[in-house]
């Protein structure tokens, strides 16, 4: 019969095993440290680029503005005012014609109440090349007024209406009466962006 009897002081360790297993530890560890360094090195690398354009494009703005304000400065000479006047006034007559009056008198026409009608309609551009519209409106009631300036609240086309004035006039073919309404709208022709009515123009 033979026996195995360790006579070690220490417990018995696979010692082999146990370097194998800490030296996959420390090789992972390793891997994982270089693949954040290099995550991060890549990150900073892209913020320093982004700051980088970021203040490229905050010269080119500075530098465009100067420029404009130059430009402003020379248009406002004394002895450029009437050059100045006359580039406004063809910019408007410009925009005037690229109105298609079939197509306002077609969007007027969809959201017009019934038994109300146009009377005379006066574009006018603003000064920030917005179509201003000045329409009078005539109707057999007091709230066909009210009714087309909130179906043009609605509309894709016009853009802060507000009746200006109200008149009743008598018809004396009907012993009746007839509705004037004042109404100023902006308006957007389709395929055009749209824009809002500034503080300014309280609208």
Same mark, same amino acid.
């Given at each position: 019969?033979?026996?195995?009897?360790?006579?070690?002081?220490?417990?018995?360790?696979?010692?082999?095993?146990?370097?194998?297993?800490?030296?996959?530890?420390?090789?992972?560890?390793? $891997?994982?440290?270089?693949?954040?360094?290099?995550?991060?090195?890549?990150?900073?690398?892209?913020?320093?680029?982004?700051?980088?354009?970021?203040?490229?494009?905050?010269?080119?703005?500075?530098?465009?503005?100067?420029?404009?304000?130059?430009?402003?400065?020379?248009?406002?000479?004394?002895?450029? %005012?009437?050059?100045?006047?006359?580039?406004?006034?063809?910019?408007?007559?410009?925009?005037?014609?690229?109105?298609?009056?079939?197509?306002?008198?077609? @969007?007027?026409?969809?959201?017009?109440?019934?038994?109300?009608?146009?009377?005379?309609? %006066?574009?006018?551009?603003?000064? @920030?090349?917005?179509?201003?519209?000045?329409?009078?409106?005539?109707? @057999?009631? %007091?709230?066909?007024?009210?009714?087309? $300036?909130?179906?043009?609240?609605?509309?894709?086309?016009?853009?802060?209406?507000?009746?200006?004035?109200?008149? $009743?006039?008598? @018809?004396?073919?009907?012993?009746?009466?007839?509705?004037?309404?004042?109404?100023?709208?902006?308006?957007?022709?389709?395929?055009?962006?749209?824009?809002?009515?500034?503080?300014?123009?309280?609208?």
């Amino acid at each position: 019969m033979r026996l195995n009897i360790n006579l070690a002081s220490q417990k018995y360790e696979d010692v082999r095993q146990f370097y194998t297993r800490w030296t996959a530890a420390i090789a992972f560890t390793a $891997v994982l440290t270089l693949f954040l360094i290099v995550l991060a090195w890549i990150n900073f690398s892209s913020s320093s680029s982004s700051g980088q354009r970021i203040k490229e494009l905050q010269a080119k703005i500075a530098t465009l503005q100067q420029e404009r304000a130059a430009a402003e400065t020379v248009t406002n000479l004394p002895e450029n %005012h009437d050059v100045t006047a006359q580039k406004n006034y063809w910019n408007k007559q410009i925009n005037r014609r690229q109105l298609s009056w079939t197509q306002l008198f077609n @969007d007027l026409q969809r959201i017009m109440p019934a038994r109300a009608f146009l009377s005379s309609v %006066h574009p006018e551009m603003t000064l @920030d090349n917005r179509l201003k519209l000045t329409l009078t409106i005539k109707g @057999d009631t %007091h709230g066909n007024g009210l009714e087309l $300036v909130q179906k043009m609240e609605k509309s894709e086309r016009f853009r802060g209406p507000k009746i200006t004035s109200e008149l $009743v006039e008598k @018809d004396q073919r009907s012993a009746g009466q007839t509705y004037k309404f004042d109404i100023i709208t902006y308006y957007t022709p389709a395929g055009q962006t749209q824009t809002r009515p500034s503080a300014k123009e309280g609208l």
